[in-house]
């Protein structure tokens, strides 16, 4: 580790710090449907949507009502998205020629996995989608499931804030101000920043180039014969890169236009570029604690929760950076320390222009939130290093958190320890001043159901049955964090793979596509159904009885609380993979 | 009786619950506690397969045996928690022995039955030494009546018709004189009946925060469910599948038996912990809510301040001596029997050397007190001498062409000022003086307040007084707010308002005027002296009827809560260690490495697990008088609570069983268990 890089990390946080505040008080007033210097631009174009789609905007729902509109706009989105897939082939900006995505089960993963803000890629997207599945159908998904996201969010926000309430806002509303004020002009603004950084954007056919040294490369054909060919030529894939890239950072979505991801020269050239990214990552979920704090008069809450984001923030990109810039103990004979002409450390599968660093804050900051995008490879990380991200993913990604989901994540932790500190202080517990009682309790505990269920068990059956193992290419407890890893970053919507596992199989395509929409939607559906019930509750003024949620004791136990449930639904699997793989090292084996 | 500490262990409750723990095996019983049911379950399949044979039966066998004593500790905990409560409920079913009473029929006449054929609406008489057979009305007659086969207190009280004292308890007995009731209780219903239900915990419901807390222990059960059963895959794809004997006990180390196991004897005791201290509670709902109160009611006399005002000092109109003005004081209380008309007496001999006089010497005629005049006095050797109010006072002066002094008004006014009532002294229709009586604010009442004020709870002082008496006492006692003047109306208003703004109510009553409010109440604690219907309206009855107990009624409650929070925080934190202990012990034999996760250095994998299994039973037995006694309550604010009961039952529930699970393994090593 060097002063350097922890200086570059350090300024990351301090940049989300400083936006914490504007973007939250923006985006309060965005829902609270106040006044924003946007309204000349936008009023007239949200009132012009609303009139086509006849929506009222005055109108309120119920959390039920809430909750089947979401639905239902996902369900057609969802819908929509696999026939441009499947027709591609008929469908304009298409230079490439590419036909139907298939197989049909890698179209539904694809479709699920836009949907659900997960951005799962079982394919490349260079040599998969057209132009116009990219910008019509993932780029749209990368606006409206982070806009969906973030509807959700504020909605269980207005479940707290409101009193006697039947009522949680209006999705169509939220859904409309999310994309109109919140997404796209922040993305225009950080696309043409991308661009001016070297990401391209164009409608342009592939370049090819001639390489100034032909290659030769040995390929191994099915029948067993080795084959040597000469490549003189190579294929550079363009597309309309920077407007995708920056919504894929900023709306956590993840989806790399190309398979390489943020790791591809065209979608991340330099350093800048790289914290733009990274910044955008957490941008709306610092912003929402403020907002937290804003909508529901406790400001110092919003703050109490932001620490304790940032604590585990900081403890992931630390054991990841440390666990990196160790190196590899098994090349004790080779040099791997930081000099002026390399970055030393584990640099198998990380970009030079990025370093060690980079790298570890990268991974740590794409899976705090759900983002999932990358820019090296989790799979070539030591194992404790590729458990940070791993666990940040198993802690439901609520450090700062997936736009709109790692609020409403939070949310639900924070629930839970209320209640556990409330019984601790002798009172029925409170959040804010509403009571926390069984149906809220029973919904939490749903949704904390949802991670060990699709997770352990899908993991356990691909663990031992053929069709799960035969896709693993590393074995030992390395093939089993991959696995793990995979329906890990299906559940939490996270999208970033593991790597080292062929995944577009009928199986994972199928299991991790549910993996997927149960990760979203199982865990929604209960959340709502406490914001509403939080909304209908009586408000009791707090006292010096009532547990304050705004001191640095909340903090601690807010983190107490994330960590114990992770781990201990987490550990038995994390010790036969990545804890073992660790100490098998040490021990001199690899996989 | 009230404060007499019973001992945890007590060789007659640990027999009988030791059988109760047995019969609690019954899994249609089980059901109602998830967690123990899964470990019913657990024990059952390693029975099963103990059964079958296979290698390591020393091992598998300890195992499962430490699995039932797991689920035997926790019945046995529930069946301490009730063993005192039946004892308890034997003590009261002696008092409800049948008991034969006088019926009155309509015609007048008397016929004998027994107290079990008694209906609401009949009418019996009760003559000294007999029992009263049901709880009722006093219709007529005055008595002393020894109540301690409820109340515990051996000094009887007296009972009378008409006013607060007027109902009675089947089961108690009628000391002197007789008393004419009218039966309010059917049989099965009486006050008695319903005590023992209480007590036994019979009638017992999940309280609302129970209910919560089981739904949370379920859910983790449910997660750790799945952790144990993909582990077995996990362990297979590694090449080290486990036997169903440690997965098993994996799984009970890891869900939340401590808690689990304890929590219905947590709320059973804490119930029983009220009866301790005499107060009944008719719901355990009720004793949640008292934990949860953010304003308590309390009535000025007897609560706040000793029953009576005493005479602190006479001040005496101008003209008038200190010898004259202490003379007509006296004269018109000697036969003024109220606490404060013997006050006036004593200060008068205190003071100005005045001795009782025996008035039958002279012709003395005494001036009953009435609502109407609002005054008292005496007529003797021509001396008109009368005392009162001073508003009454002054319109008896004026009836006769006189008013009173300019130096009385303002001395009256002082007193008023200073939060003491006064009482005019005239004599032949001319002021003589001013009598100070003061309220003497009970010893230690602002520690209780500032304490309660710590806990978050604003009280506010109820009383007839006028506004400026009312804020000098409430000043004296450290009360947050009063009301004064509160007519029923007033008190009901408070309470509305304040549960407008989200707020729970606490308050004690015993007339049956407070019975609307007693009602509208969160926590509404009705004394036994009281009014039936006041006993009806409230959810807790103080035996004692000592209004100071809602104090404790509001710390048991917050007790109740904290053990539960306390002692699921302490099971979850526990499983730290016992992945620590478990996890390498399962596969460090296919890899040796994972010892590195040993890091308590348990001899075998054997030990690793049964220590562990071990701990996790024996952690059960070692808490229950935790939590039949509760944890410690002190009255301070709720962050400071926090830190202190995280400290001890999250950061020691991570500790605790390091050390235990250690312990255990030497022992067993040692003793070549394993």
Redesign the interface.
């Known amino acids: 580790m060097t002063v350097n890089g922890w200086i570059q990390i350090l300024v990351f946080l301090g940049l989300i710090f400083l936006v914490t505040k504007p973007m939250g008080v923006f985006m309060a007033r965005v829902f609270s449907r106040e006044k924003t210097f946007m309204d000349p631009v936008l009023r007239p174009i949200e009132r012009l949507l609303y009139r086509v789609t006849g929506v009222d905007e005055n109108h309120e729902m119920r959390w039920t009502e809430y909750a089947v509109s979401m639905l239902l706009f996902s369900v057609v989105s969802m819908l929509v998205l696999y026939l441009m897939q499947r027709l591609q082939g008929f469908l304009p900006f298409n230079p490439q020629k590419f036909g139907a995505v298939t197989p049909e089960h890698l179209a539904f993963n694809t479709a699920a996995s836009f949907t659900t803000n997960t951005n799962w890629q079982a394919y490349a997207g260079e040599a998969t989608m057209s132009y116009f599945t990219q910008m019509a159908g993932l780029a749209y998904h990368n606006f409206v499931s982070a806009a969906t996201g973030i509807a959700l969010a504020i909605a269980f926000i207005r479940g707290i804030a409101r009193r006697q309430m039947q009522t949680i806002g209006n999705f169509w509303v939220d859904l409309v101000r999310s994309c109109l004020w919140v997404l796209l002009p922040f993305c225009v603004v950080g696309a043409l920043l991308l661009v001016s950084q070297g990401v391209v954007q164009n409608l342009r056919p592939y370049d090819k180039a001639t390489l100034v040294q032909p290659q030769q490369v040995q390929t191994t054909g099915a029948d067993g014969k080795t084959v040597t060919t000469t490549v003189t030529e190579q294929t550079i894939a363009q597309g309309p890169v920077a407007s995708q890239e920056i919504i894929k950072e900023f709306g956590t979505n993840g989806g790399g236009f190309f398979n390489a991801n943020s790791a591809h020269p065209f979608e991340n050239p330099t350093p800048l570029s790289n914290l733009i990214e990274l910044f955008a990552i957490f941008t709306i979920g610092a912003g929402l604690t403020y907002t937290l704090g804003r909508m529901t008069g406790s400001q110092r809450h919003g703050w109490a929760v932001w620490t304790a984001m940032a604590i585990l923030f900081l403890a992931g990109v630390t054991v990841a950076y440390w666990a990196e810039a160790g190196g590899n103990p098994l090349l004790a004979n080779t040099n791997q320390r930081v000099t002026a002409l390399q970055s030393g450390g584990n640099m198998e599968g990380k970009e030079v222009r990025f370093g060690i660093a980079n790298s570890a804050l990268f991974a740590t900051v794409t899976t705090d939130a759900s983002c999932g995008a990358i820019n090296g490879w989790h799979d070539s990380f030591t194992p404790l290093g590729g458990m940070v991200p791993l666990v940040n993913i198993m802690l439901s990604e609520v450090i700062f958190g997936g736009v709109g989901a790692g609020m409403y994540g939070m949310l639900i932790y924070v629930v839970?320890a209320v209640?556990?500190?409330?019984?601790?202080?002798?009172?029925?517990?409170e959040y804010l001043?509403k009571k926390?009682?069984?149906y809220?309790?029973?919904m939490a505990?749903?949704v904390?159901?949802v991670f060990?269920?699709v997770i352990?068990?899908f993991?356990?059956?691909s663990?031992?049955n053929g069709f799960g193992?035969s896709s693993i290419l590393n074995p030992?407890?390395h093939?089993?964090s991959e696995i793990l890893y995979a329906f890990t970053s299906g559940a939490g919507n996270n999208g970033s793979a593991f790597g080292g596992l062929t995944v577009n199989t009928p199986w994972y395509d199928t299991t991790i596509g549910l993996t997927m929409l149960a990760g979203r939607f199982l865990m929604i559906i209960p959340m709502l159904a406490i914001a509403g019930n939080l909304a209908q509750k009586?408000?009791?003024?707090p006292?010096?009885?009532?547990?304050?949620v705004t001191?640095p004791?909340f903090t601690v136990?807010l983190i107490?609380v994330i960590l114990?449930v992770g781990?201990?639904?987490?550990?038995?699997?994390l010790?036969?993979g990545p804890?073992?793989e660790h100490?098998?090292l040490?021990?001199g084996r690899t996989f | 009786m009230a404060k007499k500490k019973k001992a945890i262990w007590e060789w007659k409750i640990v027999g009988r619950a030791i059988w109760d723990a047995l019969l609690k095996l019954n899994p249609h019983k089980m059901m109602g506690n998830p967690v123990m049911f899964v470990v019913e379950i657990g024990s059952v399949i390693t029975t099963a397969l103990l059964f079958k044979g296979g290698s390591a039966f020393k091992f598998n066998l300890q195992i499962t045996l430490w699995l039932w004593f797991t689920v035997l500790f926790a019945n046995f905990a529930e069946a301490m928690a009730e063993g005192r409560g039946k004892a308890q409920a034997d003590t009261l079913r002696k008092a409800r022995a049948e008991t034969i009473a006088n019926r009155i029929l309509p015609d007048g006449k008397t016929e004998q039955v027994p107290s079990s054929k008694l209906r609401s609406g009949d009418v019996v008489m009760v003559s000294a030494s007999e029992f009263i057979p049901s709880d009722g009305e006093i219709l007529e007659g005055v008595a002393s009546v020894d109540e301690s086969a409820i109340t515990g207190e051996s000094a009887p009280v007296i009972r009378e018709a008409g006013g607060d004292r007027s109902a009675v308890t089947g089961g108690t007995r009628v000391l002197s004189d007789w008393l004419k009731i009218k039966i309010t209780s059917n049989p099965g219903e009486t006050f008695l009946d319903r005590m023992i239900a209480l007590v036994e915990g019979a009638e017992r419901q999940k309280t609302?925060?129970e209910?919560?807390?089981n739904?949370?222990l379920?859910?983790?059960t449910?997660?750790?469910l799945?952790?144990?059963?993909?582990?077995?895959?996990?362990?297979?794809?590694?090449g080290s599948p486990q036997t169903v004997f440690v997965l098993v006990s994996?799984l009970v180390c890891?869900i939340p038996t401590t808690i689990g196991g304890l929590l219905s004897a947590i709320g059973i005791a804490g119930m029983d912990r009220l009866v301790q201290h005499n107060v009944l509670a008719m719901s355990g709902r009720a004793v949640?809510a008292a934990?949860?109160v953010?304003t308590l009611l309390l009535d000025k006399t007897g609560t706040i301040t000793l029953g009576n005002r005493q005479a602190a000092e006479f001040v005496s109109a101008p003209g008038i001596t200190a010898a004259q003005m202490a003379d007509a004081a006296q004269l018109s209380s000697l036969a003024d029997e109220t606490p404060e008309g013997r006050s006036i007496v004593v200060l008068a001999k205190e003071r100005y050397g005045l001795r009782g006089r025996d008035l039958a010497a002279h012709e003395a005629q005494f001036i009953p007190f009435t609502a109407q005049t609002r005054m008292s006095g005496v007529n003797l050797d021509g001396r008109e001498i009368r005392k009162g109010a001073v508003d009454a006072i002054s319109k008896y002066l004026s009836e006769h062409g006189t008013g009173l002094p300019k130096e009385v008004q303002s001395a009256v006014e002082t007193i008023a000022r200073s939060g003491g009532t006064p009482l005019v002294v005239a004599e032949n229709r001319r002021a003589l003086g001013v009598i100070h009586l003061k309220d003497i604010v009970k010893g230690g009442m602002k520690d209780r307040f500032d304490q309660l004020?710590?806990?978050?709870?604003?009280t506010v002082m109820i009383t007839g007084d006028n506004p400026l008496t009312a804020a000098a006492i409430a000043r004296e006692a450290g009360v947050d707010d009063f009301l004064a003047e509160a007519t029923p109306k007033d008190k009901m208003d408070l309470i509305r308002n304040e549960q407008k703004?989200?707020?729970l109510v606490a308050m004690t009553g015993d007339g049956t005027n407070d019975a609307p409010a007693l009602a509208q109440a969160d926590v509404g604690v009705a004394m036994n002296t009281g009014t039936q219907a006041a006993k009806e309206a409230g959810n807790m009855v103080d035996l004692d009827s000592n209004p100071t107990k809602l104090i404790e009624v509001v710390e048991i409650?917050?007790?109740?809560?904290?053990t539960?929070?306390?002692l699921?925080?302490f099971s979850?934190?526990n499983?730290?260690a016992k992945?620590f202990a478990i996890?390498p012990a399962m596969?460090a034999g296919t890899?040796p490495?994972?010892n590195?996760?040993n890091i308590m250095g348990l001899q075998t994998p054997q030990s690793a697990v049964l220590s562990a299994v071990i701990f996790n039973a024996l952690i059960i037995i070692a808490l229950i008088p935790l939590a039949l006694r509760g944890v410690k309550?002190r009255p301070m604010?709720?962050?400071a609570?926090?830190?202190r009961?995280?400290w001890i039952?999250?950061f020691g529930g991570i500790v605790v069983p390091f050390v235990g699970i250690k312990l255990i393994d030497m022992v067993i090593t040692r003793a070549g268990m394993a």
């Open positions: 839970l209640f556990i500190a409330g019984l601790m202080v002798g009172r029925t517990p001043g926390i009682e069984a809220d309790v029973k505990m749903l904390v159901l060990p269920l352990l068990v993991t356990a059956l663990s031992v193992t030992g407890p093939g089993l009586k408000y009791v003024p006292s010096l009885g009532t547990f304050p001191t004791l136990l107490g114990i781990a201990l639904t987490f550990f038995p699997a010790s036969l804890i073992l100490l098998l040490a021990a | 609302p925060n209910i919560a807390l739904i949370l379920a859910g983790l449910i997660i750790f799945l952790a144990v059963v993909t582990l077995q895959p996990f362990a297979i794809y590694s994996l890891l949640e934990g949860d953010n004020r710590a806990m978050g709870i604003k703004q989200g707020k409650g917050k007790q109740l809560l904290m539960r929070g306390a699921t925080t979850i934190s499983d730290v992945y996890i596969f890899f490495v994972l590195a996760l309550y604010g709720a962050a609570l926090l830190r009961n995280l039952y999250g």
